[in-house]
Structure formats: C-alpha cells, structure tokens
C-alpha cells in the first residue's frame, strides 16, 4: 500500500512531499525501442492520408468553416474552358491521365477518356490502367493479342518502394479483348 502511495504521488506531481525514491524504485528513462514493422505502419498510414482521396473531387458540396469576403474579380466557379473538350485534344497525356485517375465520376474525366482513345489508348479492365500498341502485335486471334505494349503506370509509389505514374513497356504481354474496356465510342 506505501509502495501504491508514492507511485500515485509520483505521478500526480507531489514527489516534493513524499521524499525521494529508494534506490530500488528509481525508474530508468524509457529508451525508445525502433520496431521496423511498427515505423512502416506509421509512415504508410501518413502517406495513405497524403494521398488524394475521393472527398478530395468533391469541391462543389464543400462549405468552409469561416468564409471570408474575396473580390468581384476573384472566380465564383470554374471556368467553362474546363469542361471544352477542345482543350483536352491541347493537353499532354499526362493531363489526360491526372484528369481520368483523379477526377472520378466527371465530365473531366469522360473527356479525358475520350482523349485518349481518340490518341489509340485502350483502357484495361483487369489491370485499370491505359495500354497502347508498342509493335503490331505477334500473335492476333479472335479473343487475345499479344505483343509489346507501353501502359502507363499510375501509381504514384509501389509497395516495393518503386516510384509510378510513368510509362512502362511490357514484352510479349496478353492483352484480351474481354478486358478491353469499350462501352465509349469515340468518333474523329
């Protein structure tokens, strides 16, 4: 019961009054123990939170906490150059790219798509990524192709630390038509 005492005075800041440890309850200074697996966790949940999410595309239902007065000349919505598809035929494919992968559910990113198909990307179903012929393909038949392929890698880093979002060609790759994605026509 003493021994409980003191810890509670301890710890509660009145240790002046009770008077110092004996030599056998002196506590040692905690050194901090690394655990790889514990500071991997900790670093991928702060890049998961730095990653762009969803809710981050859904600028028009935000309201902000302390709205403040800006100028007449400030823009109160986007500007209409944005949905043109005209722009999207100026834009590298990188843009096309951001817009489709990071503009879900938008007319940006059905333009984006139609873009790219329009420029002889196909979208893969399985992989959920955008191929394009390298070579004409070795083998055709009527459910497959195979061939060398540039697709374009999206993700920004990989679980084996490898950086994306760059283009990557695959050798002898099998691309099957039942993954293509075809359901947007594109004219010329």
Same mark, same amino acid.
């Given at each position: 019961q003493i =021994?409980?005492d003191?810890a509670?005075?301890v710890?509660?800041?009145?240790?002046a009054a009770?008077g &110092?440890l004996?030599q056998?309850l002196q $506590?040692?200074?905690a @050194?901090p !123990? *690394?655990?790889?697996?514990a500071a991997?966790?900790i =670093?991928?949940?702060a890049?998961?939170?730095?990653?762009?999410q @969803?809710?981050d595309?859904d600028?028009?239902?935000y309201?902000?906490?302390?709205? !403040?007065?800006?100028? &007449?000349? %400030?823009p109160?919505a986007?500007?209409?150059v944005?949905?043109?598809?005209?722009l999207?035929?100026?834009?590298?494919?990188e843009c096309l790219?951001?817009?489709?992968y990071? @503009? &879900?559910?938008? %007319?940006a990113? %059905? $333009?984006a798509a139609?873009e $790219?198909?329009r420029q002889?990307?196909?979208?893969?179903?399985?992989?959920?990524?955008?191929f394009q012929?390298?070579?004409? &393909?070795t083998v055709t038949?009527?459910? %497959?192709? @195979?061939?060398a392929?540039v697709?374009?890698?999206?993700?920004? !880093?990989?679980?084996d630390l490898?950086?994306?979002?760059?283009?990557?060609?695959k050798?002898? *790759?099998t *691309?099957?038509?039942d993954? =293509?994605?075809?359901? $947007?026509r !594109?004219?010329?």
């Amino acid at each position: 019961q003493i =021994l409980e005492d003191d810890a509670a005075a301890v710890r509660s800041g009145a240790a002046a009054a009770v008077g &110092p440890l004996p030599q056998d309850l002196q $506590l040692n200074p905690a @050194q901090p !123990v *690394f655990n790889a697996a514990a500071a991997r966790q900790i =670093l991928e949940a702060a890049y998961m939170r730095a990653m762009p999410q @969803q809710s981050d595309t859904d600028w028009r239902r935000y309201r902000p906490r302390h709205p !403040v007065s800006v100028p &007449p000349s %400030y823009p109160r919505a986007p500007h209409e150059v944005i949905d043109n598809p005209a722009l999207f035929r100026k834009v590298d494919p990188e843009c096309l790219f951001f817009a489709f992968y990071f @503009q &879900p559910d938008t %007319y940006a990113q %059905y $333009l984006a798509a139609h873009e $790219l198909k329009r420029q002889s990307w196909r979208f893969h179903k399985h992989h959920n990524a955008w191929f394009q012929r390298f070579t004409e &393909p070795t083998v055709t038949s009527e459910e %497959y192709e @195979q061939g060398a392929y540039v697709y374009f890698d999206y993700n920004i !880093v990989h679980d084996d630390l490898q950086t994306g979002w760059c283009y990557r060609r695959k050798e002898a *790759f099998t *691309f099957r038509y039942d993954a =293509l994605e075809d359901e $947007l026509r !594109v004219t010329s």
